[in-house]
């Protein structure tokens, strides 16, 4: 999951800051592991559009969801970490791994295709759309650490506009659930 705001221990974009207020480069702890990569406006539009649903309809959406990116979105981390030091040349990263680490998984997906049948939820945004946001956001937290507020009003108006441009009409939840959202 990327996107602004996240400043948890073992998060990307966190090890990334780190590393580059340190200044040295990030070690990947797992870089060729493949993630679902996704910004968190995503998933959040996702279950508004389901909230709509089980309010309408009650108990038929009162199940299990998936709310991941494009297929093609999945990358490994050390692609994803290209990007975004390519986006950021403060950020840089190193390619070996790290010795030792917790067991991952090599790979993560999501299944996605339900959301989209039953809800007409479908992702809106690329990867590049994802690292341009994310890195944005975090560039502009670090010129001015007090601009949170209104970064984030400016992220969630951008996304508004892309799901407008970017989704069928015959998906119109999308729609209401981005609406509600404002």
Known sequence: MLGGGDWSEERLMT??????DDD???VARNPDAVRPW???LEPLRGYLMLAHALVEHGEAFAEPWNFGPNPDDAVTVRELVGRLTAA????RAASAPRAAGPHETKILRLDSSKAAERLGWRPVLTLDDTVALTVAWYRAIDADP???RELVREQLATYARLVDARTPRE???SRVA???AR
């Open 88 to 91: 950021w040349p403060r950020l």
């Open 146 to 148: 007090t601009a949170a």
């Open 24 to 26: 040295r480069p990030f």
């Open 15 to 20: 090890n990334l800051l780190v590393a580059a």
């Open 38 to 40: 996704q910004h968190v």
């Open 178 to 180: 981005m609406r509600s």
């Open 171 to 173: 998906a119109e939840p």
